[in-house]
């Protein structure tokens, strides 16, 4: 009953006139983002960063979560007709959804990918509303070991699920960390990392480094190597509504899709990309028209689409409850509550209940706007397409640079922003991984906090972290993630050894 009058109070925040109008641009950025190949929300969020940094942060998160499930839904549009997806996640809607519109049924791929994001998104954000409430009396309990198991566990998390490698995402991680080491340290008052240049007392702002890495170093990255290809549009012909056959066809693998992607995405080693990839061997062997997949089966786009968007709604699970970002954008939208001095986890729920609540409840009502927008408006989204990249991409280096030097009239923040967007550059070259950069720039000096809490408790004795049976378990899941990718590659090459030997 409690949960159902926060929720109501939630509505009553979601449903002003101001956090509407946020909610409706957010899931329009989102969409168009979405259309728009190579422009993530992870990227849009990190450029409205400096744009939002004087907004009420109840509407300015409203708008940033709308981006990112409105993404969802609009990169389905980019995967169908033009066979590049603009997110991971959407990889495998483009193998069927493709294959569709290149038979002349793009409007019922259209139509099942925007449908089915609806569905996974209604359902699943119900799913929070009951998760929520248990993970944060669970997490309440916690003590600061607890607390920086938690971080370490998010820390192995982004470095070995969000890269090719996990010695790349260490390398990442321990960059971030490093970034938010410097300044002046919080309990002795020593300058750490500083070089002696004043303006690097106060540390690197949070802000400035995300734009950075991901606004333009993304964006030079994208410009150099990802705008020589031409893209074949394919056109929607015919309608775009599905028949009594697609329908059919098409329910179950929406369920199934929302209730494995949803878990999936919450769990720290989730991610929306497992649970899509998934959603599409299941299909496959579930299906009665098991021919068709690889040709154009539209179950192949409904179940990943529908596990796509529960998953990123998991996500969000797993950052509100206990401050855990398991994606890019989810690690920017971290940083979104880090520029309004806000921490997510179960604390949150206790001094922020009204922010919480009604950034869920604008959930709701976002995916209401998102059906209403995506179909209508498939014409628009399809036009977006034609815009020539050269101008995209000089317009969202303007934005950074317009937006880093607005937040103190700073030349230095200027030149920090294009030096890390080199960095970002370098690493998007090199396929280093640029979410753990930020999550351990903004993780890093709370999970510090936390260490010199829980010593100074036990008097210095390390043992209080493996003595407590919630930290214990976590320090211990966090070392079979960083453990077992490398002993399953051991593994492997010993069995294809074994095999090439017999």
């Known amino acids: 009953m409690e949960t159902f009058d926060a929720l109501l109070s939630g509505f009553s925040v979601a449903l002003t006139l101001q956090n509407l109008l946020l909610g409706f641009i957010g899931v329009t950025l989102g969409t168009l983002v979405g259309v728009l190949p190579g422009v993530g929300p992870a990227l849009t969020v990190a450029l409205l960063l400096p744009a939002t940094a004087s907004f009420d942060p109840t509407g300015a998160l409203i708008m940033f979560s709308g981006i990112y499930y409105g993404a969802m839904y609009g990169g389905s549009t980019t995967s169908i007709l033009l066979n590049t ?15 569709m519109a290149k038979r002349g049924r793009a409007g019922p791929a259209l139509s099942t990918s925007a449908i089915g994001s609806f569905v996974a998104g209604s359902i699943s954000v119900v799913l929070l509303t009951l998760v929520a409430p ?3 009396n669970l997490a309440l309990q916690f003590g600061p070991a607890e607390y920086f ?3 370490v566990l998010a820390f192995v998390t982004v470095s070995t699920l969000l890269g090719s490698s996990m010695a790349r995402g260490l390398a990442s ?3 971030g960390l490093w970034i938010g080491l410097i300044g002046i340290d919080g309990q002795t008052g020593q300058a750490r990392f500083t070089m002696g240049i004043p303006e690097l007392l106060d540390g690197i702002d949070v802000v400035v480094a995300a734009v950075g890495l991901f606004a333009v170093g993304e964006t030079l990255y994208l410009a150099t190597y990802l705008n020589r290809e031409q893209d074949k549009l394919e056109q929607v012909k015919g309608s775009i509504w599905m028949s009594a056959s697609d329908w059919a066809r098409s329910w179950k693998p929406w369920l199934r899709g929302t209730f494995l992607g949803f878990p999936l995405g919450a769990m720290p080693a989730g991610g929306a990309e497992i649970p899509t990839f998934l959603s599409y061997a299941i299909e496959k062997k579930l299906s009665k028209h098991p021919e068709e997949f690889g040709k154009g089966a539209i179950e192949g786009v409904a179940g990943p689409e529908a596990a796509n968007n529960a998953a990123s709604t998991g996500t969000l699970t797993m950052l509100l409850t206990l401050g855990l970002p398991t994606s890019a954008t989810a690690a920017i939208v971290l940083a979104a509550f880090q520029q309004y001095g806000l921490q997510p986890g179960p604390l949150l729920f206790e001094t922020q209940p009204l922010l919480v609540w009604g950034l869920i409840a604008s959930m709701y009502i976002g995916n209401v706007l998102l059906l209403v927008l995506n179909l209508p408006l498939v014409g628009l989204w399809i036009k977006l397409l034609s815009i020539p990249r050269p101008l995209l991409y000089g317009g969202i280096l303007i934005f950074a640079t317009l937006g880093a030097y607005g937040l103190r009239n700073s ?3 200027l030149l920090l922003l294009y030096l890390i967007g080199l960095v970002g550059f370098l690493m998007r ?13 903004i993780l890093g000096p709370v999970a510090e906090q936390q ?6 408790i036990s008097q210095g004795d390390a043992s209080i972290f493996f003595s407590k049976p919630i930290s214990a378990s976590v320090l211990v899941l966090a070392l079979v993630l ?4 490398t002993l399953w590659k051991w593994y492997a090459a010993r069995r294809r050894v074994g095999v090439v030997a017999g």
Do not use: C, K, Q
């Open 482 to 485: 960083l453990v077992a990718p």
């Open 429 to 441: 070259r090199y396929d280093i991984p640029v979410a753990p950069t930020i999550v351990g720039m």
């Open 451 to 456: 260490l010199r809490r829980a010593l100074s």
């Open 149 to 151: 198991a938690i971080m």
């Open 85 to 99: 997806p603009g997110e991971s996640a959407t990889i495998v809607t483009a193998l069927e959804g493709n294959m």
């Open 134 to 136: 248990l993970v944060v």
């Open 173 to 175: 991680l321990f960059f």
């Open 411 to 413: 030349w230095f923040d």
